[in-house]
C-alpha cells in the first residue's frame, strides 16, 4: 500500500489502515496501539478487582502488591492505553508531549512488574507447578503492557520523525509489505568480550549450588542438606537433575547462555546444519531469540542489580541482617549467597541486554520498497 500525501499530518506518515490485505504482523504499527487501549482496560479492571476483593498478588517471594498500589497502577494503565489511541490521530505541540511523558512513564512502570517473569519460568519448565496464580497472571500483563506499549512508543516515535512506522527509515511507498533483511553477521569483537566478562558473573553462583547438589559443603551450607530441603515439593525432572549433580536453576542458566551466544553469531541469524535439517539456512525468525533475550534480561538485571546493592548494605550494617534458615548455617553465608545471585543474574541479564541490542541492530529489517 502506497502512502497518498493525504495520509501525511504535519508531515508525519500515518500507519496503514486495517484490513488492507497485508499480512496482520505486517501491520504492528497500525493494531498496537488498539491492543495497547483494550489491555489498559482489561488490566485496570482486574487490578481494582483484586484491590478490592483483598487478593494477594505477589511481586516477589517476600513483596506483595498493597491495595493502594494496584490501584495506582490501574490508572496508570487506562492513562497508557488512552495515550496509546492518542498516537493514532495528529496531535497539538503540548498533547505530543503529554503522551510521550505517559508513555515514557509507564513502560518502566509494567516493565519494572516483570521481574518475576524468569522465576515462573523456570518452574514452569521443571514442572515444580505454579507457586501463585495471581502472581504468574500479574507477571503476564505486566509483561503484554510492557511489549504493546513500548511498540506503540517506538512508532510513534519515528512516524514524529517523518520516518516509516514500522522499519523507521524515511521512504515512500508500502510500509505494511515485505522486508528486506541484511546479511547474517557476528557482533563486534568488543561487544563479544563484553558479553563474556558479563558471563563470568555466573560462576560464583553457579559453582556454589554445584558444589551443593554434589553433595559438598560450601558457605556453611552442608550438601546433604541441601538435596533434601530442595528436593522438598519439587518435580520428578528437577529431582532427576540433582540425582545427577545438576541444580536444575544451572540449567536454566546455561540455556541464558546458549541464547547469549547465538545472539552474537550467525548462527542465531542462519539456522545451522547441527540444528536440524529441516531449517539448516534458512533465516531464523527474528523475534525467536529477541523476544526470550528481552523478556528475561531486564528482569533478571533489575533483580541481580537490588541484590548486588542489598548484600554490601547489609554487610556494613546499613540494612537489617538476615537470619540463617535452613540449609543455612550462618548470616555470612547468606549474604554470600545473596551477592553471588547478584552478580549472577546481573551478568547474565545484562549480557542478554547487551547481546540483544546489538542483534536488534545488526538484523534490523527495512521495508523492501525502502529500496
Not at 5 to 17: D, F, K, L, Q
Not at 62 to 89: E, F, R, W
Not at 185 to 199: C, F
Not at 296 to 310: C, K, M, S
Request: aromatic content about 8%; glycine content about 12%; proline content about 8%.
Amino acid at each position: 500500500m502506497a502512502v497518498p500525501a493525504s495520509a501525511e499530518t504535519g508531515g508525519v506518515p500515518r500507519p496503514p489502515a486495517a484490513g488492507t490485505g497485508r499480512r496482520w504482523w505486517w501491520r504492528w504499527p497500525s493494531w498496537a496501539p488498539g491492543a495497547a487501549a483494550a489491555w489498559g482496560v482489561g488490566y485496570a479492571a482486574v487490578e481494582v478487582a483484586w484491590a478490592v476483593a483483598g487478593t494477594t498478588v505477589p511481586w516477589t517471594a517476600h513483596a506483595t502488591y498493597a491495595p493502594a498500589v494496584q490501584l495506582l497502577l490501574a490508572a496508570l494503565a487506562v492513562l497508557a492505553g488512552g495515550a496509546s489511541l492518542a498516537t493514532a490521530g495528529a496531535l497539538p505541540r503540548r498533547g505530543r508531549a503529554a503522551v510521550a511523558a505517559v508513555l515514557i512513564a509507564a513502560v518502566p512502570v509494567f516493565g519494572l512488574g516483570t521481574v518475576g517473569l524468569p522465576i515462573h519460568f523456570v518452574t514452569l519448565v521443571t514442572l515444580s507447578g505454579v507457586e501463585s496464580a495471581t502472581g504468574l497472571a500479574q507477571v503476564l500483563s505486566n509483561t503484554a503492557g510492557a511489549v504493546l506499549l513500548l511498540l506503540v512508543g517506538v512508532s510513534y516515535r519515528r512516524r514524529l520523525r517523518g520516518d516509516c512506522p514500522r522499519c523507521g527509515r524515511p521512504h515512500t511507498g508500502a510500509v505494511d509489505g515485505p522486508l528486506a533483511h541484511p546479511d547474517a553477521s557476528p557482533a563486534t569483537r568488543r561487544t563479544r568480550w563484553t558479553v563474556y566478562l558479563l558471563m563470568c558473573g555466573l560462576l560464583p553462583w553457579a559453582g556454589a549450588k554445584s558444589v551443593w547438589t554434589l553433595g559438598g559443603d560450601a558457605l556453611g551450607v552442608a550438601g546433604d542438606d541441601w538435596r533434601r530441603l530442595t528436593s522438598i515439593g519439587t518435580s520428578g525432572p528437577s529431582r532427576a537433575a540433582a540425582a545427577a549433580g545438576i541444580d536444575v536453576t544451572v540449567l536454566a542458566a546455561l540455556v541464558g547462555v546458549f541464547l547469549l551466544l547465538g545472539l552474537l553469531h550467525t548462527w542465531g541469524q542462519v539456522f545451522p546444519r547441527w540444528s536440524t535439517p529441516l531449517l539448516s539456512g534458512r533465516r531464523v525468525p527474528r523475534l525467536l531469540p529477541l523476544v526470550p533475550a528481552l523478556l528475561t534480561g531486564v528482569p533478571l538485571t533489575v533483580y541481580g542489580a537490588v541484590l548486588t546493592v542489598t548484600a554490601p548494605l547489609i554487610a556494613v550494617g546499613v540494612l537489617p541482617g538476615i537470619e540463617p534458615s535452613p540449609p543455612f548455617t550462618t548470616g555470612s553465608g547468606v549474604i554470600w549467597m545473596v551477592a553471588f545471585g547478584g552478580l549472577a543474574f546481573a551478568g547474565l541479564g545484562t549480557g542478554l541486554v547487551v547481546a540483544a541490542r546489538s542483534y536488534a541492530a545488526r538484523t534490523h529489517p527495512v521495508c523492501a520498497t525502502a529500496g
